[in-house]
């Protein structure tokens, strides 16, 4: 049974702003990603040829913005929106009960 959530127009203002500001947030690292990572495979390459090193800014970083992408577009594996909402409703209740 799925529970129906009633948002304020602030609320939901504020949910979208929030979401906006992750996605701009993964857009930026997205940028950077694309624009550092060539540049440190040509110093490794111009410097340091016999060593290659520059995988491994590009792994880490690259498994960064994967889980990015996860939580900006809702795509998290080990929390859904629905729990989320539920867990968000149960403190909720259980802060009206204790007052």
């Known amino acids: 049974m799925k529970k129906e959530y009633k948002y304020s127009e602030e609320d939901k203002y504020l949910r979208a702003k929030e979401k906006l ?3 701009k947030g993964f857009y930026y690292n ?3 990603y694309c624009l550092v990572i ?3 495979v040509f110093i490794n390459f111009r410097f340091s040829p016999h060593e ?3 995988y491994y800014p590009m792994t880490g970083w690259g498994i960064g913005i994967f889980f990015h992408a ?3 577009f809702g795509r998290n ?3 859904s929106k629905d729990w989320e909402q539920r867990k ?3 403190f909720m209740d ?3 009960k204790n007052k």
């Open 21 to 23: 500001d992750n996605l």
């Open 88 to 90: 968000i409703q149960e």
């Open 52 to 54: 290659i090193w520059f």
């Open 70 to 72: 996860l939580h900006t």
């Open 94 to 96: 259980n802060d009206i």
């Open 30 to 32: 997205l940028v950077s």
């Open 77 to 79: 594996p080990f929390i």
């Open 38 to 40: 060539p540049t440190l």
